[in-house]
T-cell receptor, first 112, second 115 residues
Framework: IAGITQAPTSQILAAGRRMTLRCTQDMRHNAMYWYRQDLGLGLRLIHY???????GKGEVPDGYSVSRANTDDFPLTLASAVPSQTSVYFC???????????FGNGTRLTVT | AQSVSQHNHHVILSEAASLELGCNYS??????LFWYVQYPGQHLQLLLK??????LVKGIKGFEAEFIKSKFSFNLRKPSVQWSDTAEYFC?????????????FGQGTTLQVKP
């Protein structure tokens, strides 16, 4: 079934540790995004990539990095996790910058 | 800064009641508008979208929304809700100018439908 796969589904992480959240899509969409969802704040864009080889900063990029080596994969890395990064992370993709997003099932991350 | 505001944070309705969820955005240029729904434990799914044309758009599951440009609003409506509509609803705006291609989401509205 075509779509977006995120891994892991959930993770408990000690503060200071490094963590990479994985995102893979098989729809050949050009654009990919990482959002975090926090209660009362909705979804906020962390980083995005309009096409393979390019990335950009979203609304809340600090503490996160991304890479886009190919069309399908868009990993999100927390270099040194902090408790404020406890959140649900959603990866999304679209076939252009202005078409509706397809979302993955999310990764629930708890930083202790 | 661009922003999206959803006026209702938590709405409780009985089945068959009518629904209207408010959404206002602050951006002076042309925008694309979306409503997404997140059922409990699931990811976000597109309910409906507005790019251009008829400002009254119809989406899945009987939902519709009206774009009123003069009011910077894109309210979501459903004439008769069902228990299965219990979910969180997000309004989102995408400015069509610039190169960011990002969506700006509202805070979300939790809808609880009582059977």
């Amino acid at each position: 079934i075509a779509g977006i796969t995120q891994a892991p589904t959930s993770q408990i992480l000690a503060a200071g540790r490094r963590m990479t959240l994985r995102c893979t899509q098989d729809m050949r969409h050009n654009a990919m995004y990482w959002y975090r969802q926090d209660l009362g704040l909705g979804l906020r864009l962390i980083h995005y990539s309009n096409t393979a080889g390019t990335t950009g900063k979203g609304e809340v990029p600090d503490g996160y990095s991304v890479s886009r080596a190919n069309t399908d994969d868009f990993p999100l890395t927390l270099a040194s996790a902090v408790p404020s990064q406890t959140s649900v992370y959603f990866c999304a993709s679209s076939d252009s910058r202005f078409t509706p997003l397809h979302f993955g099932n999310g990764t629930r991350l708890t930083v202790t | 800064a661009q922003s999206v505001s959803q006026h209702n944070h938590h709405v409780i309705l009985s089945e068959a009641a009518s629904l209207e969820l408010g959404c206002n955005y602050s951006y002076g240029g042309t925008v694309n508008l979306f409503w997404y729904v997140q059922y409990p434990g699931q990811h976000l799914q597109l309910l409906l979208k507005y790019f251009s044309g008829d400002p009254l758009v119809k989406g899945i599951k009987g939902f519709e929304a009206e774009f009123i440009k003069s009011k910077f609003s894109f309210n979501l409506r459903k004439p008769s809700v069902q228990w299965s509509d219990t979910a969180e609803y997000f309004c989102a705006v995408n400015p069509t100018s610039g190169n960011t291609g990002k969506l700006i989401f509202g805070q979300g509205t939790t809808l609880q439908v009582k059977p």
